[in-house]
Nanobody, 115 residues
Framework: QVHIVASGGGLVQPGGSLRLSCKIS????????MDWYRQAPGNEREWVAS???????NYTDSVKDRFTISRDNIWNTVFLHMNSLKPEDTATYYC?????????WGQGTQVTVSP
């Protein structure tokens, strides 16, 4: 059974930083690409960043040069380092992966950027 537990969200002022973590069990973590998505109230869930099993990364334009996705294959954890946060980054952030055609989501962690 796949379990995904996200943590690290919180309230931060504009310009601040946060690091989100997502620990995954139940899969051979090192073989799977991982993604972060986010969903703001009233909006659809949107893709934020991806990291392949070989640690190649990709980002949506709005977070490039501010966010960094990384992974630790020893601890089966994927991170999202967020710098220069803006109010429009406020959302619930979700970790995601797929296995054998199935999609797996974490429970989400709330990020609020406000003065």
């Amino acid at each position: 059974q796949v379990h995904i537990v996200a943590s690290g969200g919180g309230l931060v002022q504009p310009g601040g930083s946060l690091r989100l973590s997502c620990k995954i069990s139940g899969i051979n973590f090192r073989l799977h690409p991982m993604d972060w998505y986010r969903q703001a109230p009233g909006n659809e869930r949107e893709w934020v960043a991806s990291i392949t099993s070989g640690s190649s990364t990709n980002y949506t334009d709005s977070v490039k040069d501010r966010f960094t996705i990384s992974r630790d294959n020893i601890w089966n954890t994927v991170f999202l380092h967020m710098n220069s946060l803006k109010p429009e980054d406020t959302a619930t952030y979700y970790c995601h992966t797929t296995r054998q055609g199935y999609h797996y989501w974490g429970q989400g962690t709330q990020v609020t950027v406000s003065p």
